[in-house]
């Protein structure tokens, strides 16, 4: 049974914005940490944005100002709308739950549950 499936990524040129989506079963949904990450080729996973019961946020600095993690509860959606989008942020981005209160929110080993992520590639 899938949990958690991600979409909205795709090509897109530097400056433009992207939002991301994240498709939660009903239960998933109410998990108290949802989270984005993101995987380089040859990078460690990082984590980028994490919402705590829809309204506590945590995001890490290279994405502060930029991108912004909400949630629609009549959707069971989490999403990540990314502005002025660089090279750099091209990645395979993944969409994360966890059931409990976790004390690193942007941490992967934090999380239970996984989707199996959306290409983004931001050209120059």
């Known amino acids: 049974q899938v949990r958690l499936v991600e979409s909205g990524g795709g090509p897109v040129q530097a400056g433009k914005f992207l939002k991301l989506s994240c498709a939660a079963s009903e239960d998933t949904i109410n998990y108290d940490f949802m989270a984005w990450f993101r995987q380089a080729p040859g990078k460690e996973r990082e984590g980028l944005a994490a919402l705590y019961r829809g309204y506590s946020t945590w995001y890490t600095d290279s994405v502060k100002g930029r991108f912004t993690i909400s949630q629609d509860n009549g959707k069971n959606t989490v999403s990540l709308q990314m502005n002025n989008l660089k090279p750099e942020d091209s990645a395979m981005y993944y969409c994360?739950?966890?059931?409990?209160?976790?004390?690193?929110?942007?941490?992967?080993?934090?999380?239970?549950?996984w989707g199996q992520g959306t290409q983004v590639t931001v050209s120059s």
């Open positions: 994360a739950a966890a059931p409990d209160w976790v004390a690193r929110p942007l941490r992967s080993y934090s999380y239970d549950i």
